[in-house]
């Protein structure tokens, strides 16, 4: 893989690799490296520190004991919580949408009155 392969910025001075005689320059390919490794830094996963309280280790240690890294399970139970969250939210404005439109407001009163006719008294 090509070092430009990690980044779209420009290329530094270090990171035109030239060849003398068919073979890279060793200070070039330690300039490459050390250009890799910053722009690399520039897009790894942040690190985050939390504080568990005893449910939570519990809930973490629930989630590795199926397999799952500690960084793994802490990354799906976020991912999972706010997707259920974000479900939630959807949920709650399509259940919301008809109550805002006066025509089907109507329409539910209309079934809902005929429902309640067609009820067996008693």
């Known amino acids: 893989m090509s070092p430009r392969a990690f980044c779209d910025a420009p290329p530094c001075e270090h990171c035109r690799i030239g060849k003398v005689d068919g073979r890279a320059r060793a200070v070039d390919i330690v300039w490459v490296a050390a250009c890799i490794t910053i722009r690399l830094a520039r897009i790894v996963a942040k690190a985050i520190s939390v504080r568990l309280d005893?449910?939570?280790?519990?809930?973490?240690?629930?989630?590795?004991?199926s397999g799952l890294s500690r960084s793994d399970a802490i990354r799906s139970a976020l991912i999972s919580s706010?997707?259920?969250?974000?479900?939630?939210?959807?949920?709650?404005?399509?259940?919301?949408?008809?109550?805002?439109d006066?025509?089907?407001?109507?329409?539910?009163l209309a079934v809902?009155?005929?429902m309640?006719?067609?009820?067996a008294s008693g």
């Open 54 to 65: 005893e449910e939570t280790e519990r809930a973490l240690q629930t989630l590795e004991a």
């Open 82 to 100: 706010a997707d259920r969250l974000l479900r939630g939210r959807e949920l709650a404005a399509e259940v919301a949408a008809p109550e805002a």
């Open 102 to 108: 006066e025509a089907d407001r109507d329409e539910m």
């Open 112 to 114: 809902s009155s005929l």
């Open 116 to 119: 309640e006719s067609m009820r």
